[in-house]
Structure formats: structure tokens, C-alpha cells
């Protein structure tokens, strides 16, 4: 643990989901090739559509034409099968579309968040709020962790801009009535988890290169985290130590 800045015992600790408490990127390549393989088969597509890059490149297009989808990735993907059934020469009602995204998301979502991370959590739950902050769409009850957090933030496309707008801390901090520089935000991404927390003035630790370690390095830091960490299991001395 490496201390950037001055920092205090926090009153709530919101955390970063994919790549911070589990390893998001193993299981999301799976799900992501999976469906390709689903959607063929179910719709009789050519198996060349089972390529990732065509899938990217619906995700890019679609980013292009409504860049507001960036702040509701259920939506973006949503969106995407739409245009993507169109190319295929066939027509995608919306209620399909939500209908696939929710089978996509189920699969997205089997994480294997370790039983010795839900204790780790939830031994920290003793002391401080502990809370989601995502930009992403795990189903939580399917990852195991429902429970463990008092509320799950999430974007969307209405009001909620995704991080690192400052809006997810802002509405963090007024739902439990304290000021932002009382949440510790962990998180592994240099940008959305490190800039979005500490310009909205919470505290940040950063989990170096994440869970897994292949997240994004120091390289593409703007700000300064508060502290770095190379697992949230390092924070334990700081924030259990005389409670």
C-alpha cells in the first residue's frame, strides 16, 4: 500500500465491480463468444458473425451515432443487436432485443467472486457502509454479492452519467448524507475508477492493475489517487486497525 496523499478513515467504501473484486475479463471473453455462438444458432446466422471485430464494430457504430449510449451499456448492446439483425436482413423486435441482453447479461455475470473476498467484504461491512459503483451490468445476484452491498450504483441513460462523470459519487454521497471526500472509492481503472472519484472529491484507491493483473497502468493515470493497492485485502491494516 503506497500513500499519495493525506488520508482519512472514510464512512463509506464504494467499490468498483469488474476486475476490482473479481477477474471480469476471463468470464465476459467467454460470454461474449458464447452468445455469438447462441445468436447463430438460434438465428440461423453465417458462422462468420460468431467474429468478435463484427461485434465491435456494431458496438463502435452505434457509439458514433448516439454517443449517450456510452452511459447505459444494456442499452448500447440492446441497441446494437438491433442494428446488427438489420444488416442481416432481418427484423429484431425491442422486446427480442431486451429479452437477448437479459440471457447475454445472465452469462455475463458468473463471476467467480471468491468466498474469501464475500468475507473480506463483508467483514468490512461491520464498520463502514459498503457500496457498489459501475459502469458495468453484472447482475449481482448472480455473482453472489447481492447482499453484501447496501445499494448498487449504476449509470444510465436519463440522469446518471457513467464514471468518471462525477455523478454517480455525487448521488453516492447525498443518498447516505455525507460529503464525497467521506467515500473511499476502490477501483482498478486508471480513468473511470482514479479520475471519476477523486474530481468528484472522494477519496481513491487504486488497485494497480487490477485483479488479474492486466488492467490499465500508470500510463494512462491523470490524477493522483489517494493510495494505490495491489489487492483490496491490502486495506485491511488502514481501515480495521482500531475499530
Not at 47 to 73: A, T
Not at 166 to 188: E, N, Q, R, T
Request: glycine content about 6%; proline content about 3%.
Amino acid at each position: 500500500m503506497i500513500f499519495y496523499k493525506q488520508a482519512f478513515k472514510p464512512k463509506v467504501l464504494s467499490f468498483d465491480l469488474d476486475n476490482t473484486i473479481y477477474d471480469c475479463e476471463t468470464v465476459l471473453r467467454k460470454a461474449e463468444n458464447w452468445f455469438a455462438s447462441y445468436l447463430c444458432e438460434r438465428y440461423k446466422l453465417e458462422s462468420k458473425f460468431q467474429d468478435y471485430m463484427f461485434w465491435g464494430d456494431i458496438k463502435r457504430n452505434c457509439l458514433k451515432n448516439r454517443p449517450e449510449l456510452v452511459n447505459d451499456v444494456t442499452l448500447l448492446r440492446e441497441v446494437g443487436l438491433i442494428e446488427a439483425f438489420k444488416l442481416f436482413g432481418k427484423t429484431l423486435t425491442k422486446q427480442e432485443a431486451q429479452d437477448l441482453v437479459k440471457v447475454f447479461i445472465h452469462e455475463r455475470s458468473k463471476g467467480d467472486v471468491s468466498e474469501k473476498m464475500k468475507y473480506f467484504l463483508k467483514k468490512l461491512k461491520k464498520y463502514y457502509i459498503v457500496c457498489s459503483i459501475s459502469n458495468g451490468n453484472s447482475d449481482t445476484s448472480v455473482l453472489g454479492i447481492k447482499d453484501i452491498f447496501e445499494e448498487d450504483f449504476r449509470p444510465d441513460i436519463k440522469e446518471n452519467a457513467a464514471k468518471p462523470a462525477s455523478d454517480l459519487f455525487f448521488k453516492c454521497a447525498s443518498f447516505y448524507g455525507v460529503s464525497p471526500k467521506d467515500i473511499l472509492h476502490i477501483g482498478d481503472d486508471p480513468f473511470t475508477d482514479v479520475t471519476g472519484s477523486v474530481k468528484a472529491g472522494c477519496q481513491s484507491a487504486w488497485v494497480y492493475r487490477g485483479y488479474t493483473g492486466i488492467s490499465p497502468d500508470e500510463r494512462f493515470l491523470k490524477v493522483v489517487p489517494t493510495l494505490s493497492i495491489d489487492s483490496v485485502y491490502e486495506l485491511e491494516d488502514w481501515l480495521l486497525s482500531g475499530v
